[in-house]
């Protein structure tokens, strides 16, 4: 019986870099080098399965709506689109993070509506209703840290790799709202349509994660 073909999304950047050795475990290999190249479709050493380069943001929305029958994205670009119509099912424990709300160092508490600069949207304002506080959203898509200091927002809900970035520009986490790492995902139309091919995927690059972290 003929395989189905599969089209797996991957996030650009640095989650790319830390993907391809866990592909590489399920036996999934690019035929090229992905950096070295300006395509955004590649075959892989599977004739039935390609690979999509695309940004971290769009990955759920190709999966949620077909483009792609799996992808691979950060928890924050998840939990920022809602996660409609796709399961995760894998962990990866790559580009491990935190989301944060960071502000000025020995910023005052505000009182009042506070206003908050993030590319985080719906986390942001999810966030601070759970704490009960009113805020006014500011999207920015780079360079948060500008905003406190530029007197555009109060406060910033922003991804926290070391701090120095914040530390750098006098700013310090305040608040946590998050661990972030990268998951595997799937189309609910594909786990149910393709599962006897995505299966074993998922469990070999289940064993790699374990791998991974026991060395």
Known sequence: MKKQQLTIALSKGRILEETLPLL????????ENIFKSRKLIFDTNHENIKL???????VPTYVEYGGADMGIAG??????????GLYEPLDLNISRCKLMVAGLKDAPAVEGRMRIATKFVNVAR??????GKQVDIVKLYGAMELAPIMGLADRIVDIVDTGNTLRANGLEPMDFIADISSRLVVGQAAMKMKHRQIQPILDMMSAAV???REA
């Open 75 to 84: 928890k924050d670009v998840l939990m920022e689109h809602g996660g409609e």
């Open 210 to 212: 374990d791998k991974q």
């Open 24 to 31: 590489e475990a399920a036996n999934i290999v690019p035929a």
């Open 52 to 58: 999509v380069v695309i940004r971290a943001t769009d």
């Open 126 to 131: 999810q966030y601070f209703a759970q704490q």
